[in-house]
């Protein structure tokens, strides 16, 4: 309980004040703004299905498009994402950018299919304001980060476990 409560808080406070340190950077100024790390491999932009959270959970598909962080390479996947924890409302189609990071060997854009597992937590009145951070992939070296502020989202409020698995297309 004290979880939601802190994530209700946070995703209030960030919505009140304009969320102007979570605005959400399109995948290239990631990769610009990340092209010195020697960990950080390219931006995950997602099309996340809406859905009805039901107490216990929900399920969204995804669309994603990998970019590299040579800004040039890429790849195209599918797949969903679950929530198992408190997931209340219902949220509207939205966009997220996953910041993508190997923490083991060097992973080309075909090469990050796989589950990936984590926590997230996000409040939608009318606005969205939330993150994720999951953790898997091949050999489980890859860790994600996503956060950010979406207009006109929906009404939720969701925090627990969120489990996401992506497969190249075919």
């Excluded at 309980?1 to 802190?6: C, E």
């Excluded at 969204?60 to 790849?75: H, R």
């Excluded at 969701?158 to 497969?167: K, L, P």
């Amino acid at each position: 309980m004290k979880n939601v409560v802190t994530a209700a808080a946070m995703a209030a406070l960030a919505l009140s004040t304009g969320a102007c340190s979570l605005q959400q950077s399109s995948a290239q100024q990631l990769n610009t703004t990340n092209a010195n790390s020697r960990i950080y491999i390219g931006s995950l932009t997602c099309n996340v299905g809406g859905s009805t959270g039901y107490i216990l959970g929900s399920a969204k598909p995804l669309d994603c498009v990998f970019l590299g962080k040579d800004g040039v390479s890429s790849a195209q996947y599918t797949g969903t994402i679950d929530k198992v924890g408190i997931d209340i409302g219902y949220t509207k189609a939205v966009h997220t950018i996953w910041r993508v990071y190997s923490l083991g060997s060097d992973r080309g854009p075909t090469q990050i299919g796989g589950t990936y597992v984590g926590e997230q937590g996000t409040v939608a009145a009318g606005n969205q304001a939330g993150g994720n951070w999951i953790y898997g992939g091949p050999n489980a070296e890859i860790g994600m980060l996503a956060s950010g502020v979406v207009k006109d989202a929906g009404y939720n409020l969701a925090t627990g476990v969120a489990a996401m698995t992506i497969r190249l297309k075919q």
